[in-house]
């Protein structure tokens, strides 16, 4: 499907589903949820980065842009494909909760049981053999394996051997450690093979799928490690720039991420080479991709790395189109939330990508916000929140009674424009407006969180930007929650708004 065609979907990551054993996965959870999918009639799946997850168990802090997350092999697939018996994980301990994430048991008890698998495969299975020649698998088995050598350290922290790639270190370590590093290249090839079968189901059922991409490399990545040149750092290849937000209305300290900063002028040399082998390889994966941080590539925010805070840095330039030639058919989303200027609108002008508008924030009372339905275009993805919002009946609980006010009376108003009845004001029922009116907009595709759509409050945030919690990440649903009842209320809604 087109970004271009007017559509309607659902954001929820494959951790979020309720899967056995701790953490969503590729399993039959994720064919159940297409299911539920298509009942509804949404028709594209947004899900957040496929990379393993790394710092604050994050996956836009991961040991690579180009792997896939490990967490998300089905263990019962495993044990259909005669890798693993019921015994070896049925009672093992994934989580405390099964309403959250626990990474931390997850890479404590999941590894084991995934490398008991990895010992019945057939190590010379011709696909997996002619697999593990591709450049990316054999950057990230190389990593992750030096990585174990060293209790999972980031690779600063490694002898200093290992310090600098070269060659002859690759034939070395592959020589050496052959059984681990095959493991971490067969965890890549299992993923795939799950994730190509899903993704072939949900093509028979009419939906796509919207991966996510960030903008930026964490600094512990096989990236900084092996391709150095690519990132403006120090000689002895420690932080010198790294990437964040300015002071804003959300953060008087602005938001320092920490990663690596891209050295572009180098990156112009081969024109765009690495994004583009990025990017290309992602649409393999996916049907739409949105980027994020669609703004780093006409100015980024760069820090100078030993400051604590992100309130003194300075705006570079970017690449800006020129790094979109030849990709202006692809579907993309443009995440273009934040500081935006001519330059971003310049930007988005001439890739003609859709940007984002974000009904929680449109509310303000401020008739020319650009988030409110009747100012924005057709050419944009509407959401009622993002993975990095408060769902939204929280954000209603939070405000004051002024801001509470001000916000149903817009929001009246947005509903009257689009012949919307309001009638009621319990922050359910202002909930299940705002997605009316997210469906209901003129904009091409309306995403919607799956909390948003069960008006979920407090405790089901995906994440809150620039901490380090275990609640990050962590959100998961119950099966009651795909419920028939809520299939067929955003079935109306579809087909009502002709989505």
Known sequence: MSIKNRSCGILLHITS????Y???????????????????????????????????????????????????????????????????????????????????????????????AFKRFDKNDVSFKEFCKKQSVIDFALFMTIKELHNYEAFDKWDSKYYNYSKALEREVIKNYNDEYLFWAWTQFEFLEEWNNLHNYAKGLGISIMGDMPLYVSYDSV??????????????KTRKLVAGCPPDAFSDDGQLWGNPVYDYDYMKKDNY??????????????????IDHFRGFDRFYAIDANKTTAKEGEWLIGPQSELFKGKLKLNIVAEDLGIIDDGVRKLLSDTKYPGMKVLEFAFDGNPYNDHLPSNFGKNVVVYTGTHDNMPFRQYLEGLDNDSKERLITSLKNECNNLNIKMNKKSNEAICSYVVELAFASIATTAIIPMQDFLADGMGTRMNFPST????????????????????????????????
Do not use: C
């Open 223 to 236: 990236e900084v490690w092996k391709y150095s040149e690519l990132f403006i750092l120090n000689p002895d």
């Open 22 to 116: 701790g953490v969503g996965t590729l399993g039959k959870a994720a064919y159940d949820f297409l299911d539920w999918m298509h009942k509804a009639n949404l028709k594209i799946w947004q899900v957040l980065p496929l990379v393993p997850t790394g710092y604050g168990d994050s996956p836009y802090q991961s040991v690579s842009s180009s792997a896939y997350n490990y967490y998300l092999i089905d263990l019962d697939i495993l044990r259909e494909k005669k890798l693993l018996k019921l015994s070896e994980y049925k009672d093992v301990l994934f989580s405390y909760d099964k309403k959250h994430v626990d990474y931390e048991l997850l890479f404590k008890n999941k590894i084991p049981v995934l490398k008991i």
């Open 468 to 499: 380090v919690s275990k609640d990050n990440w962590s959100y998961r649903i119950s099966k009651a929650s795909l419920s028939d009842k809520l299939a067929s209320r955003i079935k109306e809604l579809a087909f009502k708004y002709k989505r």
């Open 273 to 290: 080479k690495w994004w583009t082998k990025r990017i290309k390889e992602a649409f393999t994966l996916y049907d739409i991709l949105r």
């Open 17 to 20: 589903l309720p899967s056995s």
